[in-house]
């Protein structure tokens, strides 16, 4: 589970201070992975490698409406479905975030490592030596 304050300014000009959820479960990244031959990362890379962003920022957003969810108060259940995510994705917080993880691939890489779940990011990390997430920013500043 990662957890974001986002700042932005919304429809009435006010600046807001919003706390947002974001997750995908070991069954999500399952999902994700085998939706593209050679997996998600594979597919990604080969994204990158043709300088197709236009296509990266369409998985990117994908990636980013999937993990959004709402934390249940007794802290029991990750809420997600389509009703949320639409109006997550109708907030200036959701544009300022995208904003900021499409162009600073620091905190995309600590918002991709946030969302997946521990023990898998450790994994990773371990046999590659570096974490997953690094190949979707670079090409999204260029």
């Known amino acids: ?5 986002v700042t932005y300014e ?4 006010k600046e807001v201070t919003e706390t947002f959820y ?3 479960s070991k069954r999500e ?3 994700l992975e085998v939706e593209y031959k050679g997996g998600i990362q594979e597919t990604l890379q080969r994204i990158i490698d ?3 962003n236009k296509t990266l920022v369409a998985e990117f957003q994908r990636i980013v409406i999937l993990a959004y969810g ?3 108060d007794d802290g029991r259940r990750f809420i997600k479905n389509d009703e949320l995510r639409e109006e997550f994705s109708q907030t200036a917080a959701y544009d300022s975030l995208f904003m900021e993880l499409a162009t600073n691939s620091d905190s995309a890489s600590v918002f991709i490592n946030g969302i997946i779940p521990k ?3 450790t994994s990773v990390a371990n046999v590659q030596d570096t974490p997953l997430p690094e190949v979707i920013p670079t090409a999204v500043k260029e």
């Open 119 to 121: 023990d898998i990011a």
């Open 22 to 24: 974001f997750n995908l």
């Open 1 to 5: 589970m990662f957890k974001r304050d």
């Open 29 to 31: 990244l399952i999902q």
């Open 70 to 72: 709402v934390k249940s």
């Open 10 to 13: 919304d429809f009435n000009g």
């Open 50 to 52: 043709t300088e197709d």
